[in-house]
């Protein structure tokens, strides 16, 4: 159990700067998901914590001892890799085991840790094979028996689960989240699909090009995104943006745009007059109620295509330039026809509003 | 493959204790010895292993130049080695196309075609020189049977056929190496072609020279560029079974080098002249670089 | 012969054509001719080695083993020769040379296949041009070397020439073999707790296991096989090798050929084996850092 902190960490390549002055503090006992999309840099952030990957500029700390320097083996951490990187001529005991091996723990203590940890991922019968014997969900509990039996300060995952069927992913995430709260074990945990973060991490971290774009709880990442980036990034389907402009009549002011025309709420005024003429507007999709064509409705367009999921649709509304998707319940759904003309409306405490040209959230507090 | 950092601390030291064994190797087994032989070569030396005494001079090139036995080295070499890549590929290739169909036992052949490879050179130069024997060898008694041939030749000890039959030790001996390389190529070439071309209509003939043919071009130049460099080295068949006679029919660039050494010792000119043989080695491997790298950039 | 395989021969599936037919039958002559071409010498070599010396020199040569086939010459080989002698020089050079050839080879290999530094391409391409120099260019200065250091008549000093290209070589192959094995799991290691030697010992060397054995053994063959340095560098029949002994018979007056192709035979006995059993991998180690196998 233990605390990390990176202060302004890049990574330079040399045709390439793929982390980009990356700051972050984990707390202890923390679960805290980074994710981004491909190529964000999420992997090496990860592998220079563990020390895989030599920071080009900045400190990391691990508990209170700066370790940019230090081996991965001084540094107490373990790891379990996107494909387990199970070692191929060792038995799954002599897998679990290898750290405590190299450490040299007496034998009794290997075996009665061995067994704990096996049984408890339910290895126990399988103790005697080797990995190529193994399927791809027993393989990835080794890779997490391997983690966990040394009780290390740090566990850091990346993308542990990519190379498990859908199912069994699900199930895994949970056992995943089981153990990290039993153990208490501070943990990093990377993975591009937003879902598996918002699920299994306490804070996350969104990072894009190299560069942090917001640390946040999953609830107040969904609710207020630091930037259209993140809106669009976490849930599915993403917040709905579309561009607007404010058209500013003392205070009736409005907002128009393709599809848009609500009337701006008050206290927002004075805060989007800085960027008055390119605006983004955003929402959820499951923030939105159809209101016929009465004057509350403050967005509206055809329907033009519905995507029906058993439970809830999804209706794609298009109007000029913008589209927007619609959750819409099955009583509802059933009343809407491709090629309706619909009006919605949305409470104006759940609308968001950025700036279009830079992309950040302009947050009415 | 993804690079390895710096990770552990010992790896601030280690990859480069661990390149230690084979720099110093290289550097006082290979190079050394190449510098100290080019030096050499640039004295009047006579003895080899005597040192030398100081003192610049191109004398021995000069000589070695003008020597018609060097030329006739050269030429012998040449001849030795394209008789042994155009032998070895005429074969490689037959053998090949024969051992990339399938049929039953074709693991057995495919021992038997490569079987010649396996022996030791030392081995293989006393059987055929033993088979070569004008008298009472099975390669004359073979030919005997053959009812257009009247008399035989003393293969080893005659002038005009000597070279010939070395070659042919030289291709029986490389040929497998040419079949396996090929027969890799062969694989490489994707049915669908061979289909396609099929139901155009192309007879086997057309596709052979159509698809089989520049299919196995990158392969067909590494494999000839190989024996031209191993048969420019090639020193146990000629030493065993001729001694570079007779007349010097056989009389190759690295026979000749040892005996200039050995027999003459006229060490000068014969590290004059392995500064030649070096410089068509470069030539060759330099091109054979060039084409092995470029495959495996494509 | 599957469909695959009749379109890329000669011969077309069905109906079987008289050209098609042709063509097997071409291809099947081929066969046998390049077997016997193949077979034939080996088989020659044991029948002249068994048969009694009296018949030796009959012409015309019968074909078969003579009804009165003698083992003598294995036995006398022994009594009358060196040979068990050159065996044993020779088992304990190649031995030497494919321990320290793949021991130095494998530290260079792993340097190359995990670590980037400046000169490594260029060093690649070293390694492959000293395979490819003629060896009496490096022979003859060597020589010289060797008589410096009083290592001529010496089996240490002949391995220690065989070296000079067999570490370049080895390194080349087993590159191939390190590359092969994934990087994460020597980052497993480390993380684990191991050291890089640590790692190199426990992870990377069991994996590569095959990879090295194989190595040895190539270097193993290829010294056992050479003659040029041993020639030159070897004067004293205490110290010959096979190939030294062996090419000492056919020097002497009147051949004594069944004892010559008795120990032909014992001699081609370890190589062919061994090198029938990595064929594949011969052809990778002969063109070891050019061509990727
Ligand atoms: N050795 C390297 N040399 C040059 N660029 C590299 C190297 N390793 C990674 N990169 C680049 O750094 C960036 C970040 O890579 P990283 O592996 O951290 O991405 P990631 O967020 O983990 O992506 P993914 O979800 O695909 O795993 C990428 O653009 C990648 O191309
Ligand atoms: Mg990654």
């Given at each position: 159990?233990?605390?990390?902190r990176?202060?302004?960490?890049?990574?330079?390549?040399?045709?390439?700067?793929?982390?980009?002055?990356v700051s972050?503090?984990?707390?202890?006992?923390?679960?805290?998901?980074?994710?981004?999309?491909?190529?964000?840099?999420?992997s090496?952030?990860l592998?220079m914590?563990?020390?895989l990957?030599?920071?080009?500029?900045?400190?990391?700390w691990?508990?209170?001892?700066?370790?940019?320097?230090?081996?991965?083996r001084?540094?107490?951490?373990?790891?379990?890799?996107?494909?387990y990187?199970?070692?191929?001529?060792?038995?799954?005991?002599?897998?679990l085991?290898y750290?405590?091996?190299?450490?040299?723990?007496?034998?009794?203590e290997?075996e009665?840790?061995?067994?704990?940890v096996a049984?408890?991922?339910?290895?126990?019968?399988?103790?005697?094979?080797?990995?190529?014997?193994l399927?791809g969900?027993?393989?990835?509990?080794?890779?997490?028996?391997?983690?966990?039996?040394?009780?290390?300060?740090?566990?850091?995952?990346?993308?542990?689960?990519?190379?498990?069927d859908?199912?069994?992913?699900v199930?895994t995430r949970?056992?995943?989240?089981?153990?990290q709260?039993?153990l208490g074990?501070?943990?990093?945990?990377?993975?591009?699909?937003q879902?598996?973060?918002m699920?299994?991490?306490s804070r996350?971290?969104v990072?894009k090009?190299g560069?942090?774009?917001?640390?946040?709880t999953p609830?107040?990442?969904?609710?207020?995104p630091?930037?259209?980036?993140?809106?669009q990034?976490?849930?599915t389907p993403?917040?709905?943006?579309?561009a607007c402009?404010?058209?500013?009549?003392g205070?009736?002011?409005a907002?128009?745009?393709?599809?848009?025309g609500?009337k701006c709420?008050?206290?927002?005024?004075?805060l989007?007059?800085?960027?008055?003429?390119?605006?983004?507007?955003?929402?959820?999709?499951?923030?939105?109620a159809?209101?016929?064509?009465?004057?509350?409705?403050g967005?509206g367009?055809s329907?033009?295509?519905?995507?029906?999921?058993?439970?809830e649709s999804?209706?794609?509304?298009?109007?000029g330039e913008?589209?927007f998707?619609a959750r819409?319940?099955p009583?509802v759904?059933d009343r809407v026809?491709l090629?309706?003309?619909?009006?919605?409306?949305?409470d104006?405490?759940?609308?968001?509003?950025?700036d279009?040209r830079?992309?950040?959230?302009?947050?009415?507090? | 493959m993804r690079?390895t950092v710096?990770?552990d601390k010992?790896?601030?030291w280690?990859?480069a204790?661990?390149?230690?064994?084979l720099?110093?190797?290289?550097?006082?087994l290979?190079?050394?010895?190449?510098a100290w032989?080019?030096?050499?070569?640039?004295?009047?030396s006579k003895?080899i292993?005597l040192g030398f005494?100081?003192g610049?001079t191109f004398?021995?090139?000069?000589?070695?130049?003008t020597d018609?036995?060097?030329?006739n080295?050269v030429?012998v070499?040449i001849?030795?080695s394209?008789?042994?890549?155009?032998?070895?590929?005429l074969?490689?290739?037959?053998?090949?196309?024969?051992?990339?169909?399938?049929?039953?036992?074709?693991?057995?052949?495919?021992v038997m075609v490569i079987?010649?490879?396996?022996?030791?050179h030392v081995?293989?130069?006393?059987?055929?020189?033993w088979?070569?024997n004008?008298?009472f060898?099975?390669?004359n008694?073979?030919?005997?049977?053959?009812p257009?041939?009247?008399?035989?030749?003393?293969?080893l000890?005659?002038?005009q056929?000597?070279l010939?039959?070395?070659?042919?030790?030289?291709?029986?001996?490389?040929?497998?190496f040419?079949v396996l390389?090929?027969?890799?190529?062969?694989?490489?070439?994707?049915?669908?072609?061979?289909?396609?071309?099929?139901i155009?209509?192309a007879?086997?003939?057309?596709?052979?020279?159509?698809?089989?043919?520049?299919?196995?071009?990158?392969v067909?130049?590494?494999?000839?560029?190989?024996?031209?460099?191993w048969s420019f080295?090639?020193f146990?068949?000629?030493?065993?079974?001729?001694?570079?006679g007779?007349?010097g029919a056989?009389?190759?660039l690295?026979?000749?080098?040892y005996?200039?050494?050995f027999?003459?010792?006229?060490a000068?000119?014969a590290?004059?002249?392995?500064?030649?043989?070096?410089?068509?080695?470069?030539i060759?491997?330099s091109i054979?670089?060039m084409?092995?790298?470029?495959?495996e950039h494509? | 012969?599957t469909?695959?395989?009749?379109?890329?021969?000669f011969?077309?599936?069905?109906?079987l054509?008289i050209?098609?037919?042709a063509?097997?039958l071409?291809?099947?002559a081929t066969a046998?001719l390049l077997c016997?071409?193949?077979?034939?010498p080996?088989?020659?070599?044991?029948v002249?080695?068994?048969?009694?010396?009296?018949e030796?020199?009959?012409?015309?040569p019968?074909?078969?083993p003579?009804a009165?086939?003698?083992?003598?010459?294995?036995?006398?080989?022994f009594?009358e020769?060196?040979?068990?002698?050159?065996i044993?020089n020779?088992?304990a050079?190649?031995i030497?040379?494919?321990?320290?050839?793949?021991l130095?080879?494998a530290?260079?290999?792993?340097?190359?296949s995990r670590f980037?530094?400046?000169?490594?391409?260029?060093?690649?391409v070293?390694?492959?041009?000293t395979?490819?120099?003629?060896a009496?260019l490096?022979?003859l200065?060597?020589?010289?070397?060797?008589?410096?250091?009083?290592l001529?008549n010496?089996?240490?000093?002949?391995?220690?020439?065989?070296?000079?290209?067999?570490?370049?070589?080895?390194?080349a192959?087993l590159?191939?073999?390190?590359?092969?094995i994934p990087?994460e799991?020597?980052e497993a290691?480390?993380?684990?707790?191991?050291?890089r030697v640590?790692?190199?010992?426990r992870?990377?060397?069991?994996l590569?296991?095959?990879?090295v054995a194989?190595?040895?053994l190539?270097?193993?063959?290829?010294?056992?096989?050479?003659?040029?340095?041993?020639r030159?560098?070897i004067?004293?029949p205490?110290?010959w090798t096979?190939?030294?002994?062996?090419?000492?018979?056919?020097?002497?007056?009147?051949?004594?050929?069944d004892q010559?192709m008795a120990?032909?035979t014992?001699i081609?006995l370890?190589?062919?084996?061994?090198?029938?059993?990595l064929?594949r991998?011969?052809?990778?180690g002969?063109?070891a850092?050019?061509?990727?196998?």
């Amino acid at each position: 159990m233990a605390t990390a902190r990176l202060e302004n960490v890049s990574k330079r390549y040399p045709d390439h700067l793929a982390v980009d002055r990356v700051s972050l503090d984990i707390e202890e006992s923390e679960f805290l998901v980074l994710v981004g999309p491909s190529g964000c840099g999420k992997s090496t952030t990860l592998r220079m914590i563990a020390g895989l990957e030599n920071a080009t500029e900045g400190d990391i700390w691990i508990d209170d001892r700066r370790v940019n320097n230090a081996s991965p083996r001084d540094r107490d951490v373990a790891m379990v890799f996107q494909n387990y990187a199970l070692y191929p001529h060792m038995n799954v005991y002599r897998n679990l085991s290898y750290s405590l091996r190299l450490r040299r723990a007496p034998k009794a203590e290997i075996e009665k840790l061995v067994q704990q940890v096996a049984e408890s991922l339910d290895l126990t019968r399988l103790l005697h094979r080797k990995p190529g014997q193994l399927s791809g969900g027993q393989r990835q509990r080794v890779a997490l028996g391997r983690a966990i039996i040394r009780e290390p300060k740090l566990f850091l995952m990346d993308e542990p689960l990519s190379n498990l069927d859908a199912k069994l992913r699900v199930q895994t995430r949970s056992e995943i989240t089981r153990l990290q709260r039993e153990l208490g074990v501070t943990t990093i945990y990377v993975t591009h699909d937003q879902s598996e973060a918002m699920t299994m991490g306490s804070r996350i971290v969104v990072m894009k090009d190299g560069r942090i774009q917001q640390i946040d709880t999953p609830r107040a990442l969904y609710r207020d995104p630091a930037n259209a980036f993140v809106a669009q990034f976490i849930g599915t389907p993403p917040m709905n943006l579309l561009a607007c402009r404010l058209d500013d009549a003392g205070d009736e002011a409005a907002l128009s745009g393709d599809g848009v025309g609500i009337k701006c709420p008050a206290d927002a005024i004075d805060l989007l007059r800085s960027a008055a003429d390119s605006l983004l507007v955003g929402f959820r999709p499951e923030d939105i109620a159809i209101s016929g064509d009465g004057p509350d409705a403050g967005f509206g367009g055809s329907v033009v295509s519905i995507e029906e999921l058993g439970h809830e649709s999804l209706a794609t509304v298009a109007a000029g330039e913008s589209q927007f998707i619609a959750r819409l319940a099955p009583s509802v759904a059933d009343r809407v026809r491709l090629g309706d003309r619909i009006g919605f409306s949305v409470d104006p405490a759940k609308l968001r509003f950025f700036d279009k040209r830079t992309g950040e959230a302009i947050s009415i507090a | 493959m993804r690079p390895t950092v710096i990770a552990d601390k010992q790896d601030r030291w280690l990859p480069a204790a661990m390149l230690v064994p084979l720099l110093v190797g290289i550097a006082v087994l290979v190079i050394a010895p190449l510098a100290w032989g080019l030096r050499i070569s640039l004295t009047d030396s006579k003895m080899i292993g005597l040192g030398f005494r100081d003192g610049l001079t191109f004398k021995n090139y000069g000589s070695v130049l003008t020597d018609p036995d060097t030329w006739n080295a050269v030429w012998v070499t040449i001849v030795f080695s394209g008789g042994t890549v155009v032998g070895s590929v005429l074969l490689g290739i037959a053998a090949a196309l024969v051992l990339d169909r399938e049929f039953f036992g074709r693991g057995l052949v495919r021992v038997m075609v490569i079987l010649p490879w396996a022996v030791p050179h030392v081995v293989a130069a006393l059987v055929w020189q033993w088979m070569y024997n004008p008298d009472f060898g099975i390669v004359n008694y073979g030919l005997l049977l053959l009812p257009w041939v009247e008399s035989t030749p003393k293969w080893l000890s005659d002038p005009q056929y000597a070279l010939l039959a070395i070659i042919l030790v030289n291709v029986w001996k490389t040929y497998p190496f040419a079949v396996l390389l090929l027969l890799a190529g062969l694989q490489t070439i994707s049915d669908d072609l061979y289909e396609a071309s099929a139901i155009d209509g192309a007879g086997p003939m057309r596709r052979f020279f159509d698809i089989t043919v520049p299919g196995l071009r990158r392969v067909l130049a590494i494999v000839v560029l190989l024996l031209l460099i191993w048969s420019f080295g090639n020193f146990v068949f000629i030493f065993l079974m001729t001694q570079g006679g007779p007349a010097g029919a056989t009389n190759a660039l690295v026979v000749h080098i040892y005996f200039e050494a050995f027999r003459f010792f006229r060490a000068g000119s014969a590290f004059a002249m392995g500064s030649l043989l070096l410089a068509m080695s470069i030539i060759l491997t330099s091109i054979y670089i060039m084409v092995s790298r470029g495959q495996e950039h494509d | 012969m599957t469909d695959a395989a009749a379109r890329k021969g000669f011969g077309r599936t069905a109906p079987l054509s008289i050209s098609a037919a042709a063509w097997r039958l071409a291809a099947a002559a081929t066969a046998v001719l390049l077997c016997s071409v193949g077979v034939f010498p080996f088989y020659w070599m044991f029948v002249t080695s068994i048969r009694p010396s009296t018949e030796i020199f009959d012409f015309p040569p019968r074909i078969l083993p003579s009804a009165d086939s003698v083992f003598a010459p294995y036995f006398s080989l022994f009594a009358e020769t060196d040979l068990a002698h050159w065996i044993w020089n020779s088992t304990a050079v190649s031995i030497a040379t494919a321990f320290f050839a793949s021991l130095f080879g494998a530290m260079a290999a792993y340097v190359l296949s995990r670590f980037r530094f400046p000169g490594r391409e260029s060093s690649q391409v070293a390694l492959l041009l000293t395979q490819m120099f003629p060896a009496i260019l490096l022979a003859l200065p060597m020589f010289v070397f060797l008589s410096r250091l009083g290592l001529l008549n010496s089996l240490f000093g002949l391995s220690l020439a065989y070296l000079a290209f067999l570490i370049p070589v080895a390194a080349a192959l087993l590159k191939a073999f390190f590359d092969a094995i994934p990087v994460e799991l020597e980052e497993a290691s480390l993380i684990d707790g191991a050291s890089r030697v640590g790692t190199l010992f426990r992870i990377t060397l069991p994996l590569s296991l095959p990879g090295v054995a194989s190595t040895f053994l190539f270097c193993f063959i290829i010294s056992w096989d050479e003659f040029l340095f041993a020639r030159m560098f070897i004067r004293q029949p205490d110290n010959w090798t096979v190939s030294l002994g062996l090419a000492s018979f056919s020097g002497e007056f009147v051949t004594p050929w069944d004892q010559v192709m008795a120990a032909a035979t014992i001699i081609t006995l370890p190589a062919a084996l061994i090198f029938l059993m990595l064929q594949r991998y011969l052809v990778r180690g002969l063109t070891a850092g050019g061509v990727k196998g």
